[in-house]
């Protein structure tokens, strides 16, 4: 059987594929500058396989507060020591009507690790309920069909990426540069997890992620509603810094050893790249989206007060 065809990665081109997308030492330096990069770390612990996604625990008042406030869907049960003083927190609990226990320290041990500063506050989290449907989506965007997309929309499609820590770090850059949504497939893929939830430092809370069970469908359905796609490819024929994104924008990621397959790269009506210098070959798949979705939020910056970056 003959192997798909891919082309256009920003990693690795000329190197053998790396189907593992093994983490490229380039990541360090993909972080925000524009006041919108989130601080905080999301503390994770033992994940737990179940088939339409992991039960991880994830622990602290502030991780927890993130989770109730943007994801109260995922959170299943909430562990709080019983001088709990956080009326805040605890009102939180009751207003999602999660389930709530007590809390006690060999407990806690055995959930996150007996060193690990969990402030009295520990929940099981459900990461396949962070998910949502395309079709809820796409009515989200249109607002039912009641209006066009506009022009600010920008949504982040992962083709393939393999790697959790590559699929966390373009969640939480897709959240800093104010990204309407992440489309990830089903297949080939790497799903929601705990590392990615960790990665993403909270935004997995934050941006809409999307299930899709078909690429290409997914895109002819964007282009349908007037996005304009982009695929990043490593010798692309736009310089993404001349590319001026006057429409609703779909960016393609794709995947870290072979980049975007043949077959969604023909549906890319923009190939972009970004310029380099010589001495370096490549760059990582998840800082190549973060200068790609950078560079769109230059051209469409937030409102003034608009911490989240678009409404």
Known sequence: MRRRERHGSHHHPSKR?????????????????????PSM??????????????????????????????????????????????????????????????????????????????????????TGSLMTSFDRFLESLTDGGRHAVGADTLVVLLDELTDPHNVGAVIRSAAAFGAAGVLIPSHNQAPITGTVVKTSAGMAFRVPLVAIGNVNQAVDALKSEGFTVYGLV????????????????????GNEGEGIREKTLARCDVRLRIPMDPRAE?????VSAAVVLYQWSVAHPPAAGDASGRE
Do not use: C
């Open 17 to 37: 594929p790396n189907r593992q997308g093994r983490r490229s030492s380039h990541a360090r330096g993909s972080g925000s500058r524009t006041g919108r990069r």
């Open 41 to 126: 770390h999301m503390p994770v612990a033992a994940p737990r396989s179940n088939g339409n996604g992991e039960k991880v625990y994830i622990y602290g008042k502030h991780a927890l507060r993130e989770a109730l406030a943007y994801a109260p869907q995922a959170v299943r049960r909430v562990f709080l020591i019983p001088d709990m003083d956080d009326a805040e927190l605890r009102a939180l609990v009751k207003h999602h009507g999660i389930e709530a226990g007590a809390l006690r320290s060999g407990d806690a041990g055995q959930m996150v690790g007996r060193d690990t500063a969990h402030q009295g506050a520990i929940a099981i989290l459900h």
């Open 282 to 286: 490549s760059l990582n798949a998840s």
């Open 234 to 253: 490593m010798h692309g024929d736009m310089n993404v810094m001349d590319e001026p994104f006057r429409s609703p924008a779909l960016v393609i990621v």
